[in-house]
Protein backbone atom coordinates (compact mmCIF):
# COMPACT_ATOMS: atom_id res chain seq x y z
CA UNK A 1 0.00 0.00 0.00
CA UNK A 2 1.50 3.55 -1.41
CA UNK A 3 1.64 6.23 1.86
CA UNK A 4 2.69 9.40 1.30
CA UNK A 5 3.18 10.89 4.97
CA UNK A 6 3.67 15.15 4.89
CA UNK A 7 5.07 15.93 8.50
CA UNK A 8 7.18 19.86 9.40
CA UNK A 9 4.21 22.12 8.92
CA UNK A 10 3.28 25.01 12.15
CA UNK A 11 2.72 29.10 12.65
CA UNK A 12 6.10 30.76 11.66
CA UNK A 13 6.47 34.43 11.18
CA UNK A 14 7.01 36.00 8.19
CA UNK A 15 10.74 35.81 6.85
CA UNK A 16 10.93 32.39 8.68
CA UNK A 17 12.06 29.31 7.14
CA UNK A 18 10.54 25.46 7.41
CA UNK A 19 10.73 22.52 5.66
CA UNK A 20 8.68 19.72 5.09
CA UNK A 21 8.97 15.77 4.51
CA UNK A 22 7.00 13.97 2.73
CA UNK A 23 7.97 10.24 3.59
CA UNK A 24 7.27 8.11 0.67
CA UNK A 25 6.34 3.65 1.17
CA UNK A 26 4.91 1.20 -0.07
CA UNK A 27 7.02 0.87 -3.73
CA UNK A 28 9.63 1.41 -5.36
CA UNK A 29 9.68 5.45 -6.45
CA UNK A 30 13.24 5.36 -8.72
CA UNK A 31 11.12 5.77 -11.82
CA UNK A 32 8.31 8.36 -10.24
CA UNK A 33 8.55 12.22 -9.85
CA UNK A 34 7.44 13.71 -6.24
CA UNK A 35 5.46 17.10 -6.50
CA UNK A 36 4.46 19.72 -3.89
CA UNK A 37 1.27 21.13 -3.86
CA UNK A 38 -0.74 23.56 -1.25
CA UNK A 39 -4.24 24.79 -1.56
CA UNK A 40 -5.25 28.21 0.25
CA UNK A 41 -8.61 28.60 1.79
CA UNK A 42 -10.94 29.30 -0.86
CA UNK A 43 -8.49 28.96 -3.53
CA UNK A 44 -7.53 25.97 -5.92
CA UNK A 45 -4.92 23.83 -5.45
CA UNK A 46 -1.74 25.13 -7.22
CA UNK A 47 1.63 23.27 -8.37
CA UNK A 48 4.58 24.47 -5.87
CA UNK A 49 7.17 22.47 -7.54
CA UNK A 50 8.86 18.88 -7.89
CA UNK A 51 11.44 16.38 -8.26
CA UNK A 52 12.35 13.97 -10.66
CA UNK A 53 13.32 10.80 -8.26
CA UNK A 54 15.94 9.19 -10.38
CA UNK A 55 17.58 12.20 -11.95
CA UNK A 56 17.25 14.62 -9.03
CA UNK A 57 16.30 17.45 -11.12
CA UNK A 58 13.79 19.61 -10.17
CA UNK A 59 11.44 22.23 -10.80
CA UNK A 60 9.26 25.01 -9.90
CA UNK A 61 6.43 27.36 -9.88
CA UNK A 62 7.42 30.91 -11.25
CA UNK A 63 5.85 32.78 -7.72
CA UNK A 64 9.06 30.24 -5.90
CA UNK A 65 11.24 33.33 -7.02
CA UNK A 66 14.08 31.24 -5.41
CA UNK A 67 12.55 30.97 -1.73
CA UNK A 68 12.42 26.95 -1.82
CA UNK A 69 14.05 24.19 -2.73
CA UNK A 70 12.74 20.49 -3.38
CA UNK A 71 15.14 17.54 -2.49
CA UNK A 72 15.52 13.60 -1.65
CA UNK A 73 17.01 11.59 0.60
CA UNK A 74 17.06 8.10 -1.09
CA UNK A 75 18.28 6.13 1.90
CA UNK A 76 15.65 7.87 3.91
CA UNK A 77 13.00 7.32 0.63
CA UNK A 78 12.14 11.04 1.86
CA UNK A 79 11.68 14.29 -0.15
CA UNK A 80 11.64 17.85 1.01
CA UNK A 81 10.38 21.22 0.84
CA UNK A 82 12.58 23.98 1.93
CA UNK A 83 10.74 27.03 2.41
CA UNK A 84 12.75 30.30 3.14
CA UNK A 85 11.36 33.98 3.12
CA UNK A 86 7.96 32.80 4.36
CA UNK A 87 5.14 35.44 4.10
CA UNK A 88 1.57 35.80 4.67
CA UNK A 89 0.38 34.01 1.03
CA UNK A 90 2.64 30.92 1.43
CA UNK A 91 0.07 30.16 4.41
CA UNK A 92 -1.81 26.90 2.92
CA UNK A 93 -2.28 23.16 3.15
CA UNK A 94 0.91 21.78 1.70
CA UNK A 95 0.67 18.69 0.14
CA UNK A 96 3.21 15.60 -1.27
CA UNK A 97 2.31 13.37 -4.25
CA UNK A 98 3.82 10.68 -6.59
CA UNK A 99 3.40 10.82 -10.12
CA UNK A 100 4.47 7.63 -12.21
CA UNK A 101 4.52 9.42 -15.38
CA UNK A 102 6.76 11.77 -17.15
CA UNK A 103 4.06 14.38 -18.33
CA UNK A 104 1.95 17.27 -16.96
CA UNK A 105 4.12 17.66 -13.57
CA UNK A 106 2.44 20.79 -13.35
CA UNK A 107 -0.62 19.46 -12.74
CA UNK A 108 -2.44 17.52 -10.15
CA UNK A 109 -4.06 15.22 -11.96
CA UNK A 110 -0.98 13.87 -13.45
CA UNK A 111 -0.29 12.52 -10.05
CA UNK A 112 -1.36 8.87 -9.16
CA UNK A 113 -1.18 8.83 -5.03
CA UNK A 114 -1.11 12.26 -2.51
CA UNK A 115 -0.32 12.57 0.94
CA UNK A 116 -2.73 13.95 3.64
CA UNK A 117 -1.40 17.36 3.83
CA UNK A 118 0.25 19.57 6.61
CA UNK A 119 -0.47 23.08 7.70
CA UNK A 120 1.68 25.55 7.13
CA UNK A 121 0.64 29.07 8.79
CA UNK A 122 2.88 31.96 8.43
CA UNK A 123 1.78 35.38 10.45
CA UNK A 124 2.65 39.03 9.34
Known amino acids: QVQLVESGGGLVQAGDSLRLSCAAS????????MGWFRQAPGKEREFVGG????????YYADFVKGRFTISRDNAKNTVYLQMNSLNAEDTAVYYC?????????????????WGQGTQVTVSS
Open 97 to 113: AAASGAVGLRTSASYNY
Open 51 to 58: IKWSAGST
Open 26 to 33: GRTFSSYA
